[in-house]
């Protein structure tokens, strides 16, 4: 069976991307080229928009329509995901944080909401603590991994006990940069590497699919997923202390999740528990916090349900900007 070896990437385009419908730009921190678009007028609230681990910017593609008449919305490609720049040896929370607060100041140009999935929301609560000063007016956390992607969390089930191993497959069979590309081999392998519950989220993911890799994998570096399961990606950025740093208004929502009672494996971004804990760090750092509980609704709300999604974001909005309605 074929490899697919160093396919897939910004090196690779032809192989890579396909056509969207929107202009795609670039913007150069110096260190990497972030791919993005910008969708609305600029005379309403600037709202950027942060993908999760293995999303590029398209994955707002569908709630960018019913977003735009509300906010001028920059939706970006983080490094080593979609067109941007892959960064070999230099995945963590902080150079991403350090890449959008240049986005922030170069692109966007004033205050702004943020607004990120999964580890995208992880990057919204780094901004939303370490941002400069009147970057950022508000942080919506959608389904963030805070506490249960850290190798060691101060509270509830780590990143060992909850999706983790099935990045740790797909840097192991696929590798950095594609550089290993052993598409067949890693599904083959899914039933000894993976318990069954993991091995169906991975399926979720596409991984192992008989058809080859699905378009956002194809985009995504596995790299990323080697920096999460050996704890470099949040090395030198704990959660609980980061939480307690945050300075503007917060909405978390919270989707899907159960606890294996035998195992404590969680199943979801994170526990009951974990919420709770960022609800009292948030708050306790002098902060409101807006809870939205969607216990049947999958990891991404804005790709699932947009209207939901938007319906969800913008009473919230409309009390930290004068325009949303």
Known sequence: MAAYAKQFGPHAPDA??????????????????????????????????????????????????????????????????????????????????????????????????????SSGGVAAAWLSAYAKPGQVIGACYEDPPL??????????????QAIGPVFAVMAKYLGPQWSIGDWEGMGAALPDELPPWLAMIA?????????????????????????????????????????????????????????????????GASSDTQAARVAELVTGAGQPFTAVDLPTMAHSLHGTDPQLYVDTLLPWAAELTEEPS
């Not at 699919?209 to 997923?225: A, S």
């Not at 990606?233 to 999740?257: E, K, N």
């Open 203 to 267: 399926g979720l993911f596409g991984v192992g699919g008989g058809e080859g890799p699905p378009q956002p994998l194809k985009e995504y570096d596995p790299e990323w997923g080697q920096a999460f399961w050996t704890g470099a990606f949040f090395g030198s950025c704990d959660h609980d202390r980061m939480l307690r740093s945050v300075r503007v208004p917060v909405l978390f929502t919270h989707h899907l999740r159960t606890i294996d009672e035998a195992t404590g494996a969680l199943l």
């Open 147 to 160: 506490f249960s992607s850290e190798v060691d969390p101060a509270v509830g089930p780590s990143l060992r």
């Open 16 to 117: 890579t991307y396909v056509p969207h419908g929107y202009e795609e730009r670039s913007f150069d921190t110096g260190e990497v080229e972030l791919n993005h678009v910008v969708v609305g007028d600029a005379s309403k609230p600037a709202l950027l928009l942060i993908p999760g681990q293995t999303e590029s910017w398209w994955g707002y593609e569908a709630a960018l329509p019913l977003l735009a008449p509300h906010f001028q919305c920059f939706a970006v490609d983080l490094r080593g995901q979609g067109r941007s720049t892959r960064t070999p040896g230099r995945y963590t929370i902080d150079l991403i944080g350090g890449d959008l607060v240049r986005f922030l100041d170069e692109v966007v140009g004033r205050p702004a909401i943020v607004a990120g999935l």
